[in-house]
């Protein structure tokens, strides 16, 4: 029952070249950050990953992308990552928009056993009609587009109401990083990094675990479970250096408020 691995290269040793994997995070929260750059470190290539975005230019994701090791995305949003664009727009990289709860509920039929769903979001557009572009030549030609899917009508309290069939996803490896995790692989997420880690652990045939403390069996309350451990298959515990390491992806200051006068100085309309 023990599944704790004493490093996170071993942890990922066994992904092989071509493999499918699920990465939990959203934008830099919650991301596998250690578990990723192992990937990288090993050399893995030509992998499909799944994830809500990917990462930034040279954080998260983004050093498999600036590497040339994935070869496909399926993902929601891709707007902060410039790589991203222009291995997408070179026809270097195939990528799948879906939109984002569709791909939460992707994820999460997947580790249901649930082999698809229908769903209202994208009924009337290329989503269910077909026609995105999921890759381009390098002469900027679709080479590849998203094909038309399956839709049905259904009564609905509101009368009848057309759906789109999508489909569940699993990867071969889950890839998530939690706050807290014990041997038995039981994993909580803080605050906003439960976002896709839930539902990443759960679609990966193999899932990963990095986390900033582990504990043992029976320290976490079974009632404060975010994931069970019978979703986990290896769990990494990171060093404080490792657990630290958190980026911002978008530093906001505010200025500084104005300059008020003490009400008693001579600036301040004195007649003395």
Excluded at 179 to 202: E, I, Q, T, Y
Excluded at 245 to 259: C, F, L, Q, V
Aim: glycine share 12%; proline share 6%.
């Amino acid at each position: 029952m023990d599944k704790v691995v004493g490093t996170a290269a071993q942890a990922v040793a066994d992904i092989p070249d071509g493999a499918t994997i699920s990465v939990g995070g959203f934008g830099l929260c919650g991301i596998p950050s250690v578990l990723i750059a192992a990937l990288l470190e090993a050399g893995t290539k030509e992998l499909q990953a799944v994830s809500n975005n990917a990462g930034v230019d040279g954080w998260g994701l983004g050093l498999l992308l600036e590497s040339g090791r994935l070869r496909r995305m399926v993902a929601s949003y891709v707007g902060e990552n410039k790589e991203f664009a222009r291995q997408y727009l070179a026809g270097e990289l195939e990528v799948e928009l879906t939109p984002q709860g569709t791909l939460a509920e992707r994820m999460r039929a997947g580790g249901s056993g649930i082999p698809a769903f229908f769903t209202a979001t994208g009924v009337g557009t290329q989503v269910a009609e077909g026609g995105l572009p999921w890759r381009y030549d390098d002469a900027g030609n679709v080479v590849v587009s998203s094909p038309a899917k399956q839709t049905q009508v259904f009564e609905t309290p509101e009368g009848p109401k057309e759906f789109v069939l999508e489909h569940a996803i699993v990867a071969d490896f889950g890839l998530v990083r939690a706050w807290k995790g014990d041997r038995h692989g039981n994993l909580v997420f803080r605050d906003s990094a439960r976002n896709f880690n839930p539902l990443a652990a759960m679609c990966g045939r193999v899932t990963i675990a990095e986390v900033e403390e582990l504990v043992e069996p029976g320290e976490i309350d079974p009632n404060n479970v975010h994931t069970p451990g019978v979703f986990v298959h290896r769990v990494v515990e990171l060093t404080a250096e490792q657990a630290a390491d958190k980026r911002i992806e978008k530093r906001t200051t505010r200025g500084a408020p104005p300059s008020v006068d003490p009400p008693n100085s001579a600036a301040a309309g004195s007649d003395l």
